[in-house]
C-alpha cells in the first residue's frame, strides 16, 4: 500500500470512531406523572393488595407516564374493588382446586391535580386459571396475578386513549 492510501484508510477509521457517541436524548416526554393514591380491597389480604399494587403500576409505566406522589404529580388514581371472587371449579385428583373462574368488578377513578374526575370507569373481568393442582395457597396467587394481569391491559387502555 502506498502512503496515500494508508493516509485515506487512517482518515477514513478516525471519521468512523469519531462520529459515533453518546448523544443527547433531545425527545420530551408528554406522560403525566400518577399518584396510586388508594387501591381499596373488600377483604384483608395483603397478596391481593400486594399483587394490584404491581400490575396498576406497570400498566401507568407501559403506558408511557411516570409514578411520583410529590408536588410535581399531575394525576391520581384510585381504585375501589367492589367483587373479588374466587371458584374453585376444578380438582386433581388429590382433591386440590386446580381450576378457579374469577370475577372482578372494580371503579377506577383519576383525577387531576384540582380533584376534578378526568376518568370514572367500572372495570369487569372474568377469566378461568388452569393450575396444577400444588398447593391451594400458590394455585390462588396465581390465579389472582392472572385476573390481575387482564385488569392491567385494561388499564393501559384507558391511559392510551
Do not use: W
Not at 128 to 153: C, I, N, P
Amino acid at each position: 500500500m502506498d502512503k496515500i492510501a494508508k493516509l485515506v484508510l487512517i482518515i477514513f477509521i478516525g471519521l468512523l470512531f469519531f462520529s459515533c457517541g453518546i448523544k443527547k436524548e433531545t425527545t420530551q416526554k408528554t406522560g403525566h406523572i400518577y399518584c396510586i393514591k388508594e387501591i381499596k380491597i373488600p377483604s384483608a389480604e395483603a397478596t391481593a393488595l400486594d399483587v394490584f399494587n404491581r400490575f396498576v403500576s406497570d400498566a401507568i409505566l407501559m403506558a408511557g407516564n411516570r409514578i411520583e406522589c410529590s408536588t410535581r404529580t399531575t394525576r391520581f388514581l384510585s381504585i375501589n374493588i367492589r367483587k373479588i371472587s374466587f371458584d374453585e371449579i376444578g380438582y386433581s385428583s388429590a382433591q386440590r382446586a386446580t381450576i378457579y373462574k374469577m370475577n372482578i368488578k372494580l371503579d377506577l377513578e383519576i383525577e387531576n391535580i384540582n380533584g376534578d374526575t378526568i376518568l370514572s370507569k367500572t372495570i369487569k373481568e372474568t377469566t378461568q386459571y388452569v393450575g396444577t393442582g400444588l398447593r391451594a395457597d400458590f394455585e390462588k396467587r396465581y390465579a389472582l396475578e392472572d385476573l390481575a394481569s387482564l385488569v392491567e391491559v385494561r388499564i393501559y387502555s384507558l391511559l392510551k386513549e
